[in-house]
């Protein structure tokens, strides 16, 4: 597998409390990208980074923010959390051109009380 | 923005029959991918297709891509325990590079 860690792999929170996430690679590739998987919905972006400093915004970044100040870090922050937000989020990463395949993280289940 | 439809949404197949999910977008893809998850894992990549019509097999799995390339599917000959999962398509549209939509996913479950 690619080397990619996601932090904490499970989370519970209280409606409200700010919440991060974290991804880790060791492959030094370009992009990242944060998923959260639900049932009936599949994979839907959330946010994508081409570049540290460099981010834009996926079909479902509403309540999310990100942060990657380093290539090998891609932080997912949920500034405050709501139920909705209940889900498991994958992190992903790519190397070489655009449509390359994705290698996903292990996830993290995260569950808002 | 761009829908990709998946079905059928769950299957369940004896072991040994065959298996079928189809997976349909409201645009046309440029290349279209396919992953599957294990039970409690995270989605793993299996191919990508990216001309119009192509055909592609990994032993007893049989990935199309439609001629307009705006449809896919995923056939499996003689399932076995190990095909279970879900099974996701997933796309490019020609309008947003960096953007892989993923279709809903098909469970797949094999009875022994």
């Known amino acids: 597998d690619a080397g990619i860690t996601q932090s904490p792999r499970h989370k519970v929170t209280e409606t409200g409390t700010p919440v991060t996430l974290r991804c880790h690679q060791t492959?030094?590739?370009?992009?990242m990208y944060w998923y959260r998987q639900d049932p009936g919905h599949g994979l839907r972006l959330i946010h994508y980074?081409?570049?540290?400093?460099?981010?834009d915004k996926g079909e479902v970044s509403d309540g999310y923010s990100v942060s990657r100040s380093k290539t090998e870090d891609f932080l997912l922050t949920l500034e405050s959390a709501t139920s909705s937000q209940t889900s498991v989020y994958f992190c992903?990463?790519?190397?070489?051109?655009?449509?390359?395949?994705?290698?996903f993280g292990n996830g993290t289940r995260l569950t808002v009380t | 923005g761009q829908q990709v439809m998946q079905i059928p949404q769950y299957q369940h197949v004896q072991e040994g029959e065959d298996f079928t999910t189809y997976c349909n977008s409201s645009?046309?893809?440029?290349?279209i991918q396919w992953y599957k998850q294990r039970p409690g894992g995270h989605p793993v990549f299996l191919i990508q297709?990216?001309?119009?019509?192509e055909v592609k097999k990994q032993k007893r799995l049989t990935f199309q891509f439609g001629e307009a390339k705006k449809n896919s599917s995923l056939h499996i000959t003689a399932t076995q325990t190990t095909d279970v999962g879900t099974y996701f398509c997933?796309?490019?549209?020609?309008?947003?590079?960096?953007?892989?939509?993923f279709g809903s996913g098909t469970q797949l479950t094999v009875l022994p």
């Open positions: 492959e030094n590739h370009r992009y």
């Open positions: 980074s081409y570049g540290v400093k460099d981010t």
């Open positions: 997933a796309g490019y549209s020609s309008g947003s590079a960096r953007q892989l939509t």
């Open positions: 992903a990463i790519q190397g070489g051109s655009y449509n390359s395949p994705l290698h």
């Open positions: 645009t046309t893809l440029s290349n």
């Open positions: 297709l990216v001309k119009s019509g």
